[in-house]
DNA sequence: GTCTATAGATTGATAGAC
DNA sequence: GTCTATCAATCTATAGAC
C-alpha cells in the first residue's frame, strides 16, 4: 500500500488524480487519504485544510510549467533582439501552449492536472480558482506585451481578448483531448501531442494576425 | 416573496442563478428552494431530482438556442446555394456565436445560464455534462459538414479540432465576459455584445481558414 | 400542491492516545 | 507523524399530515 515515497506526496497525487476525475468539490478528505493510504487526519496534519490541498495540487506543476514558459519567452525575445527582427507569434505560442502539452505526454499524471486545471478555469468559486489565476498572472503579463511587440498593427486591447481567446481553445483542447469519457461525442481522429501543438499554433497564429 | 410566476419556474430560475454563481455540486436543493421562496420538498415534487431539475435548466435555455443556430445555419447553406457560391465561414461561425451573445445581453438571466454552460463543457462527472452534450450533438453534426463546404482545401479531420478550438474560445471569452469576480484578473476593456462577437468571429474565422 | 419532520448517509475538522 | 473516535453540520430524498 505505502510507496517509498512521504505521506505528503502520495496525498498530492491521490488528491490529483481524484479532483481531475470529479471535480474538487465533489472529491471528499476521505476519499483522498483512503487512495492514498494514510489516515483520515493526515491531510490536517500536512496541509491544514482541504483548502490548502488544492492550492498545494496547483502550485506543485503550475509553478515548473510557468517557469518554462517564461524561459521560452524570453529566449525568443532575445534572439528577435538580437537579430533585429520582431519576435515570431508563433513561436511565443508555442512557447506558451508547448510545455503543457509535453508535460502531459510526458509524465501520466500530468493528465491529470490538466484535467483539473481546465476544471479550474471556470470555477465558479472563488479559492481555487483565484489562486490558480493569481500564480498565471505575472505570466500573462509578460506574454501581452511580446505579443504587443509581435504584432505592432494590432491593437493591444485586441490583442488582450485574442490572448483569452487562446487560452480558451486551449485549455478546452486539451481537455477534450485528455478526458475521453465523453459519451458518444464526436472526439475527432486521436493525435499525438506534437501534432495538436502544431495544429493549435497554426490556428492561434492566424487568428492573431487577423486584420480587423 | 412569491412572484406571479409558478413554483416549478421560480425553481429553475433560482437554481439557474445559484449553479452560475456557485457550480451545481456546491448548490444544495435547500438554497434553491430556499431562493425561490419554495419548500424543501418541492425539487422533489417537480423534478424528481437534483439531477432532474439540473437537466431541466439545461433544457430551457439550450433548445431555443440551438433552435436558431440551426435555422440560421440552414439560411447560409441556402443562400449559398440559390447564389451558386459556398457558405462563407465567417456567417457560419457568427450564426453559432451570435445566439448566445445575444441572449446574454437581452436576457438578464441569460449571463447565468452562460457562465454554467462554460463551467458545464468541462464537468468530470458524467451526469449534467452527457446530458448537455446529448443537446449539443446534432448541432455540431450539422455544423461541421457546412464547414466541410466552406473550407474545400482543408482536411475534415483538421476542421473538426479548429471547430473545438473555436468551441473553447468561445465558451471561455463568454465566461471571462460575464463572470467579472476574479480577484484582480487582468480582464480588457469591457465590450458590448456586438462588438465581442465581431472580434470573436474575426479572430476564428482566420483560424479556419489557416492553411497548415 | 404545499408543508413539517425526519431518516440515513456523508461531510470537514479536530481532540487526544500512542 | 500516525491513529481512533467523534463532533457538529450538512446533504438528498421521502413519508405523511393538511
Redesign the pocket.
Known amino acids: 500500500m505505502h510507496d517509498e515515497t512521504d ?1 505528503k506526496e502520495r496525498l498530492l497525487n491521490a488528491a490529483e488524480a481524484l479532483f481531475a476525475r470529479h471535480g474538487c468539490h465533489a472529491t ?4 483522498i487519504t483512503h487512495a492514498a493510504g ?9 496541509f491544514g ?3 490548502a490541498l488544492i492550492r498545494a495540487v496547483i502550485d506543485r506543476r503550475l509553478a515548473p510549467l510557468n517557469r518554462e514558459r517564461l524561459a521560452r519567452m524570453e529566449a525568443e525575445l532575445e534572439a528577435a533582439t538580437t537579430a533585429s527582427r520582431r519576435p515570431r507569434v508563433a513561436t511565443l505560442l508555442r512557447a506558451f501552449i508547448e510545455p503543457t502539452v509535453r508535460f502531459r505526454t510526458t509524465d501520466p499524471k500530468g493528465r491529470d492536472f490538466i484535467a483539473f486545471v481546465a476544471r479550474l478555469l471556470h470555477e465558479p468559486e472563488p479559492g481555487a480558482r483565484d489562486h490558480f489565476f493569481a500564480r498565471m498572472r505575472p505570466v500573462i503579463k509578460r506574454y501581452l506585451p511580446a505579443l504587443c511587440a509581435a504584432l505592432p498593427k494590432v491593437a493591444p486591447e485586441v490583442i488582450q481578448w485574442r490572448f483569452h481567446f487562446c487560452i480558451g481553445a486551449m485549455a478546452h483542447t486539451l481537455f477534450v483531448a485528455v478526458a475521453p469519457p465523453v459519451a458518444g461525442h464526436h472526439r475527432p481522429t486521436a493525435l499525438d501531442g506534437d501534432a495538436l501543438v502544431t495544429l493549435l499554433v497554426t490556428f492561434l497564429t492566424a487568428g492573431m494576425k487577423a486584420h480587423s
Open positions: 505521506t471528499s478528505v476521505r476519499a494514510a489516515n483520515l487526519a493526515a491531510v490536517g496534519y500536512h485544510s482541504k483548502e
